[in-house]
């Protein structure tokens, strides 16, 4: 099954709405090709001034598994998408319980680069909200 996109291979809305729906459903294959070869994903938090950087589609599969591993009942509700040529947008509010119980409900985005039809570039930003102890079931 290919992405959704427009007649002539330009990223849509919908595509990344698919994108998201693949987030929610843990699924790092269905990801993947939405992403070029040399992929980038930049994860909110790291060492460095990027967070954690990944590039190429094995490093970007590591790096999805780990946040899933660190919140395996991740969320991203309420996302909304904006494309404007080989740039997009997406918002939405992640919800996560890490494995000590303490949950997380932070609003964030990501900025996509778009090349040929697929996510070249995914960097993702979140509120720095801590934690809250206990779980809960997710409000998204």
């Known amino acids: 099954m290919s992405p959704p996109s427009d007649p002539d291979g330009a990223v849509t809305p919908a595509f990344l709405d698919a ?3 693949a987030f929610n459903r843990h699924d790092a294959d269905a990801l993947l090709g939405f992403m070029t070869e040399d992929c980038v994903f930049d994860a909110s938090a790291g060492p460095d001034v ?7 589609q094995e490093a970007v599969r590591a790096g999805y598994a780990e946040v899933w591993a660190t919140y395996p009942d991740a969320h991203w509700g309420g996302a909304r998408h904006l494309v404007c040529g080989d740039r997009g947008v ?6 996560g319980t890490r ?9 964030g985005c990501d900025l996509f680069t778009f ?3 697929r996510i070249a570039v995914k960097d993702s ?3 720095n909200r ?8 997710p409000t998204a």
């Open 125 to 127: 930003f979140r509120k």
């Open 50 to 56: 990027f967070g954690t950087r990944y590039v190429g």
């Open 130 to 137: 801590p934690p809250h102890p206990g779980s809960s079931s």
């Open 115 to 117: 090349r040929d039809g």
């Open 99 to 107: 494995a000590d119980g303490a949950r997380v409900e932070v609003h």
């Open 19 to 21: 994108f998201a729906e």
């Open 90 to 95: 997406s918002e939405w509010t992640f919800t």
